[in-house]
Structure formats: C-alpha cells, structure tokens
C-alpha cells in the first residue's frame, strides 16, 4: 500500500517496516544483533533484505537507486498498475517468464513491468557510477584530497543557545589545524543551533564549513532550496546523512516513523542539480550550484560485505567523500577497505576515518548506550577505567594509536576528528601526529 513498489529490487521483502522509511538500504544505526535500534523487538528489515538477496544471488539489484516516495500514490494499490503493465506486455508472455530459464530475457520482462513503476521518469534510478561533471574544485577540502594530501577535518559542536561566543572561540581554535569543520544538524535529534547559522559564522572568519544536512529534518523542496541556496553563504561541502531517529531524542517525540527522503537520494538530488542543471521535477536550473558531495558510513555496522553494498551505492548516487563513524578497532577496518576495493569504489571516494578523544569513561559509556551504530570496545572501556584521573589523557593516547593506525593504509585519505564539545584538544592531535602541515605560524596577536 505504498502505492510505489520496489519489490523486485528488495528481494520481495517490503523496506516499509524500517521506521526511518529508508528505501535505500540499512541505516548505522542497527544493534549488534540485527536488530532496528528505533524499535528493538525486530530485526532490522534491511539486513533481511540484504541477507536475503545475497542468497538468492540477486547482489546487483541492491545497487539500484530507488526513488523518495510519489506521496500522491501512498495508500493506494500498486497491483492496479501491475495488471494494466502486465496486459501491454502481453498477459501470456509475462507468465511464460514465469517459468523460463533465459534469465536475461526474464529480467526484460520483468523490467518493463516493474521498473516501469519503481523508476518513474521523474527519477529514472540506475546502478552506475556517475564521475563528477566539473574540473576544478569546488572547495578547498576537495583541492586538499585531490593533491594527495592527508587531510585532517572536525567538528565543532553547535551551540544550545543563540549566543555566538563559544562557537567562535572553538571555531578559531581549530582553523589553523584542520582543512575544514563540519557542523551538525541536531545531532541525536537533540535541536541545537542550526548547521547553515554555524557554517554561516565559520565562513565569516575564515574557515571552510562541512554543512550537514540529516534528511530527518528534511524535505524534498527543503533539500532542492538548500542546493541552490549554499554557495551564496559561501559554502562548498556538503555532507548527506539520514541523521538519528527521533526516539534517541527528547520528548514530546515528533512523527518517527517517515522521512520523506533518505541520505542516498538526497546524494542523487544534489548530484543531477550540480551536474545535470536538473530539479527533482524536471525543471531545467539555469545557474547551477557547486559543491563537494560527502555521506557518512559506518563500516562496522552490519557486516563489512553489506557495508560494502551500501557504501558503493552512496557514491553511485553522488558520495565523494566518506566521514566514518567513531572507530576504536583501526585493524578492523581491513576488511571493510578490502570489500570497497573488490568493489571498484576506493579509486572513487576519499575516506577520512572517524577519531574520538574520549575525556572519560562515562563519556564512552553514553555513547555506547545511547549513540546508534556506536560501539566502544570493551579493551577501550578497561584502558579508561584503570586510567581513572587521567582517563582524559589515556584517552588522548588512545586516538592518536588510531590515527597512527590508520594513516598509511591504502584507500584511507584522512581523518576526521569528531571532538565530542573537547575542541581545545584538535591542536594537540594534529601536533602530536605529526599531521600539523602548517607547524610555522604567525605568533597570536
Ligand atoms: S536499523 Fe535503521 S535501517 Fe534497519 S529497520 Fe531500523 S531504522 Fe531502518
């Protein structure tokens, strides 16, 4: 009854049980059980989906981009449609291909039944590759990683209020040290000051803002304005995310079960604006907007095959840059870069892994209790407690051992430090890792 079927690319397992609406594979916030965080009693519907198309052998349709939702379709029956596409085919020959051997002549069949329904014009999916249509770099983020350098993002955390103050102090802080600052967009549901004010405030002093964009909060008008929007503030990176459940938020919750857009469409929207000059409609853009495209992954997720899938989809629909999730266990990233590489995906994306100073060790408690897709591993958990008064600094260890760990292995481009509110800590790492690539500076006024 969601009017707009996908079936056949879902391995006949309908995605309309996921609570965040997804319709482009599984989110990172799924338990270690394969279970859907936002509701726990369930398995995640889209690792059964996954599952259950590498059973089949049916991989390739999970590379598909499948289309955000024709609300106008919503509640009504697809089988109607089915029946009118099925009698222009030809009733007997779509059930000849019922039983017929010739897989390829089965998947025409099929295809001009089905995909005509799940790709309508207005979308037209695929499950290639499409390279950036520009030249030059759009930032100076993309410039850096093109050259080859390591490059060092971070975060600094929005305000809870209107005030400017902190944001500023943090954000001058850490310029000197990092390529470029990513700001969230209410990060665990949680409303704090909006990611386009503080991408705003970062370009006004001189800083190269990464605006998050959580399709949560987000709208087909909403994204499309936003796309065209960025470039007049300045901004010219954009991380894609689904952004956390409102069910990890504060209560009184808002509506947890649909969003109108995932973070794979949102990739596809903003790609065909920049490199098509195409609104979602149809409409021709006339000036079209640059930016470079990012998405968040977590490698760890489900399992480093399925993340693969996922992974390569992301860039298919547009992804240029991956930022992980927090990673504690670099050697286990091998395999997940392995996948990617089998995939043909690491010559196509920079990935910058994910580091956390952990300050203590109920700062690594919460985030294992209450941040999806986040595990702190139990020898973590162990070097913090035993560390006790100077866990901040068993902490700081611990994230350079990482970054150590990960700088020199093949297909990994930088590191984005996510600060967790200790921003007076960025210049440190970077220094003590030897990553600071500007060591002479002008002395402060
Ligand atoms: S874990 Fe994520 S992708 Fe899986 S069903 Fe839940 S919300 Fe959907």
Not at 139 to 152: A, I, Q
Not at 184 to 198: E, Q, V
Not at 407 to 418: A, D, L, P, S, T
């Amino acid at each position: 009854m969601c009017g707009n079927c996908l079936l056949q690319e879902t391995a006949l397992i309908c995605p309309m049980e996921c609570p965040k609406g997804l319709r482009n594979g599984p989110c990172g916030g799924i338990t270690p059980e394969k279970n859907c965080y936002v509701d726990e009693s369930r398995k995640c519907i889209w690792y059964s989906i996954y599952k259950q198309a590498l059973k089949s052998g049916k991989e390739e349709t999970l590379l598909e981009v499948l289309p955000p939702l024709d609300w106008d379709k919503v509640g009504t029956e697809t089988w109607g449609e089915v029946v009118t596409l099925i009698r222009k085919t030809g009733t007997l020959k779509f059930a000849g291909s019922l039983f017929s051997k010739n897989k390829v002549r089965k998947t025409e069949i099929w295809d001009s039944v089905f995909k005509t329904i799940r790709q309508p014009d207005w979308w037209k999916g695929d499950s290639v590759y499409h390279p950036p249509a520009y030249n030059e770099p759009a930032s100076e983020f993309e410039r850096r990683l093109r050259s080859g350098e390591f490059v060092v993002a971070t975060e600094v955390s929005p305000p809870v209020s209107s005030v400017t103050d902190k944001l500023i102090a943090d954000i001058e802080s850490v310029k000197p040290y990092v390529t470029a600052i990513n700001f969230t967009d209410s990060s665990s549901a949680r409303p704090k000051m909006s990611g386009l004010a503080c991408s705003s405030v970062a370009v006004g002093l001189g800083a190269e803002p990464i605006l998050q964009i959580a399709s949560r909060d987000t709208t087909r008008a909403g994204l499309q304005a936003l796309g065209i929007g960025v470039n007049a503030m300045g901004i010219k990176n954009i991380l894609c995310i689904t952004g956390d459940n409102p069910k990890v938020g504060p209560e009184p919750r808002g509506s947890m079960n649909f969003v109108d857009l995932d973070s794979v469409q949102m990739l596809w929207i903003l790609r065909k604006m920049r490199d098509e000059s195409v609104y979602l409609d149809g409409r021709k853009l006339k000036n079209a907007p640059k930016y470079f495209l990012g998405a968040a992954t977590s490698p760890f997720a489900s399992d480093p095959l399925l993340q693969a899938i996922k992974d390569q989809k992301k860039v298919n629909a547009g992804a240029q840059f991956f930022q992980t999730n927090l990673i504690f266990e670099p050697e286990k990233l091998d395999q997940w870069l392995e996948e990617l590489y089998k995939r043909d995906v690491l010559n196509k994306v920079y990935i910058l892994i994910g580091v956390a100073p952990l300050k203590s060790l109920k700062v690594a408690n919460y985030l294992n209790s209450n941040v999806p897709g986040v595990v702190v591993p139990d020898k973590v958990l162990r070097r913090l407690e035993k560390a006790g008064e100077s866990a901040p600094e068993e902490g700081v260890q611990i994230a350079l051992e990482v970054i150590d760990a990960v700088r020199n292995k093949q297909g990994v481009n930088g590191i984005h430090i996510m600060t967790l509110g200790w921003e007076s800590i960025v210049k440190r790492l970077v220094i003590e890792s030897g990553l600071d690539l500007n060591p002479i500076r002008p002395p402060a006024p």
